[in-house]
């Protein structure tokens, strides 16, 4: 009975990890431990890999060392706002053709604020915090399902738009 048990946990460990493998990749950048840990747990749950990061300092090496498909991003970070890391991303990605990658920003931000800085510095969403479980998978697959088919849209979607 041991053995079949152990065999059976071997199998749900290896399709978990092929799972992983083949899951997209979202990267979680918030300075707050609490909310990346349940970013991180809501990504996970909902079948994504989450790599997570304290700050935008170092955010393109990252980016580049882990090619997310969408970035997750705090606005309202110390030192370095979501938005100006944004910038530079974006600067180093025209520089060299490289760093693609759709951005949502999250912030406790009023969301009239939020969606004209989201549009403002070409995100491909927004959410405000705190988001539950549903509302921001929604909103990260509506993001991943327009960037895998190349739709260009200057309007940023929010989570009310990926409902529907």
Do not use: W
Request: hydrophobic letters at 40%; one cysteine or more; charged letters at 25%.
């Amino acid at each position: 009975m041991q053995s079949r048990l152990r065999t059976v946990c071997k199998l749900q460990d290896a399709v978990t990890s092929a799972q992983q493998m083949n899951a997209q990749t979202i990267m979680v950048v918030d300075d707050d431990l609490m909310v990346r840990r349940l970013l991180e747990r809501f990504l996970t749950n909902g079948g994504y890999r989450v790599v997570v990061a304290a700050s935008g300092f170092g955010l393109s090496g990252r980016v580049r060392e882990n090619q997310p498909d969408l970035l997750l991003l705090d606005v309202n970070m110390p030192g370095l706002r979501g938005d100006a890391a944004l910038s530079v991303l974006q600067q180093l990605g025209q520089r060299f053709n490289s760093l693609d990658v759709p951005v949502v920003f999250h912030s406790g931000m009023d969301a009239s604020e939020l969606e004209h800085l989201a549009r403002r510095h070409g995100a491909a969403g927004f959410l405000r915090k705190p988001a539950g479980r549903e509302q921001l998978l929604q909103l990260v697959d509506s993001v991943l399902d327009q960037a895998s088919s190349k739709v260009d849209s200057h309007e940023p979607r929010s989570h009310a738009d990926a409902r529907g």
